[in-house]
């Protein structure tokens, strides 16, 4: 018999956090553990929890994600982090929202930055498009790193209101090292547009990102937390510029004298 939903958990090496995610999914009829050859216990871990396990070499997030949609039956395919947590109250809502019409749905999200919730600076409501009507979503390769779901639909899709709980960044140490992957990721496709790094942009963009953060998206609500976090964002801005610099250079080396 075909399940109305799978829940879906991407992973590699995260035996740290998959049981609680898998606990929190245990409503869920079918639960795929979408693997990229952990060298850890998570396999393990899944197994033992009831849940399938499929692997796949991991190419980028894009890609990883068009796998696993490709790799359900269902109608509907819920898609979670590992430290992601479903809440009963998200788990009612989703059962209801599967009876819609919407060829997908919004769900908020709750992030703990450092252990703390984080409501402002940009991290809430942190909508994510991640419970897909299966036959009319895919995945634009265009955009391996976060990563876009295409709905072959006219219908918009719904908002739910419970929110995920994501178990975000735990230490600054963790927040530097994926920030400087995402600062190479955008550097390289602004290169690709034909971007070129400025002067000004060292400046300019991170004052930018700085006020957007603790200004407009309210960051000062959350004090020395959200001063933090604005600060910290502002930061990998220049990093941003600074890896779009050094691209240019490998890119368009100076002529031989």
């Known amino acids: 018999m075909v399940p109305a939903l799978t829940a879906v958990v991407l992973t590699r090496n995260e035996a740290q ?41 991991f190419d980028d997030y894009a890609g ?35 009876a819609g019409p919407e060829p997908a749905w919004w769900i908020p999200r709750h992030n703990y930055i450092f252990g703390r919730l984080t409501l402002h ?53 963790e927040f530097v090292t994926k920030q400087r992957y995402y600062a190479r990721h955008d550097a390289s496709r602004l290169l690709a547009e034909g971007h070129r790094a400025r002067p000004h942009n060292f400046i300019l963009q991170p004052w930018r990102q700085f006020v957007w953060r603790w200004i407009t998206l309210g960051g000062w609500r959350a004090g020395w937390h959200g001063l933090r976090l604005s600060a910290l964002m502002a930061y990998f801005e220049w990093q941003k510029y600074a890896q779009l610099r050094r691209l240019q250079a490998e890119a368009w080396p100076l002529p031989a004298p």
Request: glycine share 2%; with cysteine.
């Open 64 to 98: 990883q994600r068009q796998a696993a949609l490709e790799a359900c039956q269902s109608e509907w395919v819920l898609f979670v982090d590992a430290d992601e947590r479903v809440t009963p109250a998200l788990a009612a809502e989703i059962e209801l929202a599967r």
């Open 121 to 173: 600076a940009g991290w809430y409501p942190d909508y994510q498009l991640r419970l897909l009507r299966r036959a009319l979503a895919r995945y634009d390769p265009a955009r391996p790193v976060h990563e876009l779901a295409l709905l072959d639909s006219d219908l918009a899709p719904g908002r739910l209101q419970a929110p995920l709980i994501h178990l975000n960044y735990e230490t600054i140490a």
């Open 17 to 57: 956090h998959l049981p609680d995610c898998l606990t929190s999914l245990a409503w869920a009829a079918d639960v795929l553990v979408f693997d990229s050859f952990s060298t850890d216990k998570t396999v393990a871990l899944a197994e033992a929890a009831g849940a399938r396990v499929q692997q796949r070499a």
